[in-house]
């Protein structure tokens, strides 16, 4: 009977696990969310209309920081883990994850090509 339930515990165990998995996939593999929004709060620590809440570890903030490099675009990276004011502020965001772009009254979870010209173009910044 001990084995039973220990086998039995393993089993949920497995499954509730092999579930949350699939669920992280599934949001890794969807497409970034876009929201249109006041977000002045985010630019107190910087006078720059382009800035992203990044991690040093993160492989998409690198692809976003080679991206803005190549288009000489003016940007300011606020990292989480390194200021508890920036910590604050970018849970204010309700991110799942990095990168979150502001540029100008657009913010963009994630990093799409697309949707981050779409914003630049808007606000005349390439």
């Given at each position: 009977m001990r084995?039973?339930?220990?086998?039995?515990?393993?089993?949920?165990?497995?499954?509730?696990?092999?579930?949350?998995?699939?669920?992280?996939?599934?949001?890794?593999?969807?497409?970034?969310?876009?929201?249109?929004?006041?977000?002045?709060?985010h630019r107190e620590a910087s006078s720059k209309k382009v800035l992203f809440y990044g991690t040093d570890w993160c492989p998409i903030c690198e692809k976003t920081r080679t991206y803005f490099k190549a288009r000489k675009v003016d940007y300011d990276e606020l990292n989480p883990e390194k200021d508890e004011q920036v910590m604050t502020n970018y849970l204010l965001t309700e991110s799942k994850g990095y990168p979150v772009i502001i540029i100008g009254n657009t913010m963009i979870y994630g990093?799409?090509?697309?949707?981050?010209?779409?914003?630049?173009?808007e606000n005349g910044l390439i």
């Open positions: 084995a039973l339930l220990i086998n039995a515990g393993l089993f949920f165990f497995v499954m509730i696990i092999g579930y949350s998995s699939v669920l992280g996939i599934k949001w890794v593999m969807s497409e970034p969310m876009v929201v249109k929004g006041d977000f002045s709060l990093f799409n090509v697309d949707e981050v010209e779409s914003a630049l173009k």
